[in-house]
């Protein structure tokens, strides 16, 4: 898709003022509302500027919105560390935050509020002022409605998820509505996300041809239903059963269109060859120059041009099976002395552990010597013993701050383990879900063996399967920070110690270390279950809009 062939001239065209608060400011200031939004290709315009506030790379190099991507949402998770220690993400993610870190102003704090709320104001405008203009068809008008509302949805329901209560605003309002702003209840703003993209379906295509590819499409609109859905079931969001149903149909109703399948590789789903595979339901897109990220100077090794700056933690990475299909404290063919071997193939495709060969290199950074040595303690070395795989393209090395390659939020996989879990939690146990729960593990480079109705016969066994299975086939894609939350396990799995990979005897050495044989400790993480659960309102919003701050802070 080249929608981001229009995002530079939309970036200087409806650019939002920059009042104190963020309900007050109109979404143009370069041009007039008298010029603007008139015809047909100032409304496509208008809703491309809207696409780039879908979460995607945490580091979008000429965008306006800089507000943290999947792979930042997996480091205030069990999954992953961030080792950027004056950074919003690291401290919650050992918890030592404060309403302060999601306030703009302040060195590293979390940009969440403020660009999903200007998202929803240009979302607002293409939706209360398209009524009037003539189009080249009824089908494009009802069209650009339906992604402007998805989009606000997709936006409405990431803050209601990370901050509870929060203002419902459909339209544009005054300054003085502005300081006056309700909040509405978390239920309500999920109910309104979910209402509106069941009601957005039927008008939008099923795929798309040429520089369309890449828009919203229904399979978008349910699939996402889908997963809000089974994330405001969870005991940590709304704890309501009856949104398990919702899932599964929105959930079946995506598999009843028979238009996505499993690419046939799993490592290579991760590059650009395979943008437009059928696996991929919905992406952030980018294109290069136009709209870049920097993925590889991010996350790739330092001796590789990287930064590093989010490893993937022991908890990750115990997490895959042996090649029998059993957990790794049960498996005939794990071997503590030999722990990469005879593992689930997509940990070597996911992450470099101990051993790994990447980039034409051998990675050893948990041995005493290795330029990436975990010992270092520096932002040179690795402070999990593990790096980022996923994502990483060798091609980009050389221009490591010039990727254009898109980012994946949504894909088929994730549909069927989403129907899966909604049926366990409803109980209604049959060889679908079973059917479901395997699908990924058949694709041709994975190869796992099934689930069977033998080895876990119950809701509580397949419950386990079923998030093993989803942690690993969506890690670091940003699910985690998600799931640990809606399940209210969060404070079991970020209490504690955070550990990376064991260090190793390094043979081309004399020097002893006595570490060998012992995880990395990288840091003591404390999850605060009577505030944790939901961030901060920046407090100078609760101060200019008269909200209600949440609990604890």
């Known amino acids: 898709m080249k929608i981001n062939n229009y995002i530079l001239i939309v970036l ?109 104001r240009r979302a607002n405008a293409v939706i209360n002022r398209i009524d009037g203009i003539t189009f080249s068809s009824e089908a494009l008008r009802k069209r650009i409605v339906a992604e402007a509302r998805f989009l606000r949805a997709y936006l409405y329901f990431d803050l209601a998820f990370k901050f509870g209560n929060v203002p419902l605003v459909t339209r544009e309002l005054t300054i003085t509505e502005s300081a006056n702003v309700e909040q509405s209840s978390r239920k309500e703003v999920i109910d309104f996300a979910l209402s509106e993209l069941n009601a957005i379906a039927e008008d939008l295509p099923t795929a798309y041809t040429g520089a369309d590819i890449g828009r919203i499409t229904k399979g978008a609109a349910l699939s996402f239903r889908a997963r809000f859905a089974l994330y405001a079931a969870g005991p940590g969001v709304l704890n309501d059963n009856s949104y398990y149903a919702i899932a599964r149909d929105a959930a079946e109703a995506t598999i009843d269109l028979n238009i996505y399948g499993l690419h046939n590789s799993y490592s290579a789903l991760f590059t650009p060859a395979a943008e437009n595979s059928n696996e991929i339901i919905l992406s952030n897109q980018y294109a290069a120059p136009t709209r870049i990220h920097n993925l590889w100077g991010t996350y790739a090794p330092p001796s590789q041009g990287g930064s590093g700056q989010i490893g993937p933690l022991r908890s990750l990475l115990d997490s895959y099976e042996g090649t029998d299909g059993l957990p790794i404290a049960i ?149 985690r920070f998600f799931d640990i939350r809606r399940w209210k396990i969060a404070e079991e799995v970020m209490n504690g110690s955070a550990l990376g990979a064991d260090y190793e005897d390094n043979p081309t050495t004399d020097v002893d270390d006595d570490n060998v044989g012992e995880p990395v400790f990288v840091e003591s993480r404390i999850f605060n279950a009577n505030r944790d659960y939901l961030w901060a309102i920046p407090p100078n919003e609760v101060v200019l809009s008269n909200l209600d701050q949440n609990d604890n802070y």
């Open 331 to 479: 498996s005939d063919v794990y071997d503590e002395n030999n722990p990469y071997n005879n593992r689930d193939p997509r940990l070597d495709m996911t992450i470099i552990r101990p051993g790994s060969t990447f980039a034409g290199a051998e990675f050893h950074p948990t041995r005493l010597g290795d330029p990436d040595y975990a010992g270092g303690n520096s932002l040179t070395s690795s402070f999990t013993g593990m790096y980022i795989k996923k994502y990483l393209i060798e091609s980009e090395k050389s221009t490591p701050t010039q990727s254009g390659m898109n980012v994946i939020l949504m894909r088929y996989p994730e549909v069927q383990l989403t129907y899966a879990e909604a049926k366990i939690e409803l109980n209604d146990i049959d060889q679908t879900v079973y059917d479901a729960l395997n699908y990924a593990r058949q694709r041709s480079d994975v190869n796992m063996p099934d689930y069977t109705s033998s080895d876990y016969p119950d809701q509580t066994t397949l419950r386990e399967a079923m998030r093993r299975e989803r942690r690993v086939e969506l890690a670091l894609e940003g699910q």
């Open 12 to 120: 200087a065209l409806i650019m939002c003022s920059c009042g104190d608060s963020f309900f007050d400011q109109k979404p143009t200031d370069r041009l007039s509302d008298v010029t603007f939004y008139k015809t047909e290709q100032d409304f496509l315009i208008a809703i491309n500027a809207v696409y780039p506030y879908l979460q995607g790379a945490s580091t979008p190099n000429n965008s306006s919105n800089n507000q943290g991507g999947i792979i930042d949402d997996e480091s205030m998770s069990d999954n992953a560390y961030n080792n950027r220690n004056w950074t919003g993400h690291y401290r919650v993610g050992n918890g030592s935050h404060s309403a302060s870190d999601f306030q703009p102003g302040i060195t590293g704090s979390i940009l969440v509020w403020f660009p999903r709320y200007e998202g929803i």
